[in-house]
């Protein structure tokens, strides 16, 4: 580690390998952030996105990458964690069946633990309440009300170190998010956005996920890179 990045300010970013969470990583690193980012071994259907976080983290030249293992397949009750529940290919109304129960506040507590040891102050999270699924952990409600209890909740937020959660995706289109990362640099061919992506990483071109994706390119009038099944 350089000298240069132990004096820059440190920031732990939640990375799935989609393309959501990448153009966060370069946002961050934009603004001059050293980046450590964080991705979870949750019981997922597609592994795939483990392997598309990996790439990602890697080629924006993060600090550390950390993969943290959880069960949350142990509680089921979604599509992503539950085998025997089917991924939607069309839309659905209300809050669909790909929501992951408590994922985003679990997610955020341990990326909020490691901030704490690592003397991180800011939090990102690529959440976004423009083209998304209608998830209520992606509500800036949210995210608000995780920043308030992150200072309540740890030593440096008692002692006047205080947290903050940023979400700078929160109110942007897909297409707006894609600009900007293409803007940025950002590879959109090593990342996984599907549901159901095959362990090459190839896309299923049906569920929620891979129609908000194609929608943006498609509206940001960028060639979309995805591989599909």
């Known amino acids: ?55 990602v983290a890697r080629d924006l030249g993060v600090v550390e990458h950390k993969v943290i293992g959880l069960n949350l397949n142990g509680i089921g009750g979604s599509a992503l964690t539950d085998s025997a529940i089917d991924v939607p290919e069309s839309p659905t109304e209300g809050i669909p069946v790909t929501y992951v129960p408590a994922r985003n506040t679990v997610f955020l507590s341990l990326a909020l633990g490691w901030a704490e040891v690592i003397n991180a102050r800011d939090i990102f999270i690529g959440v976004n309440a423009v083209d998304y699924s209608g998830y209520p952990d992606c509500r800036p409600e949210f995210v608000e009300s995780f920043e308030r209890m992150a200072n309540l909740a740890t030593k440096a937020g008692v002692e006047g170190e205080g947290f903050r959660i940023l979400a700078p995706l929160q109110n942007l289109s897909k297409a707006d998010i894609i600009k900007a990362g293409v803007g940025l640099g950002v590879d959109y061919s090593l990342t996984v956005s599907c549901y159901q992506a095959d362990a090459d990483g190839r896309a299923c071109g049906k569920c929620d996920s891979c129609r908000l994706r194609a929608e943006g390119f498609q509206a940001a009038g960028i060639e979309d890179p995805t591989r599909y099944f």
């Open 1 to 55: 580690m350089t000298e240069q990045t132990i004096e820059q300010k440190r920031a732990v970013i939640l990375l799935s390998g989609g393309l959501d969470s990448a153009t966060v990583v370069a946002l961050a690193r934009a603004e001059g952030y050293s980046c450590y980012t964080m991705s979870f071994d949750y019981g997922q259907r597609s592994r795939a996105e483990l392997d598309a976080a990996a790439r």
